[in-house]
């Protein structure tokens, strides 16, 4: 879970520690399509499992997201 709040935080340029697991996405500043493209490629470069943008639309909070890159094999 550290490992993906810090792939979030990377994408979105937020500073550490604004938010943890129970994070609802859609209120982390920069959570917005170019923060969502820069997670997907910052995922993409670690794992080689390519997300799209419906994938993270579709997650609430940080722990949903968690939750769907363990099913796509891409364990953040």
Known sequence: ????????????QSLPGLFGPDAVLETVEG???????????IVAERTGVEL??????????????????ERKGAVA
């Open 1 to 12: 879970m550290d490992r993906l709040i810090t792939d979030i935080e990377d994408a979105t």
């Open 31 to 41: 959570w917005d399509s170019l923060g969502m493209a820069l997670f997907i490629g």
């Open 52 to 69: 799209a943008i419906e994938d993270l639309q579709e997650c609430t909070t940080v722990r949903d997201l968690q939750a769907m890159l």
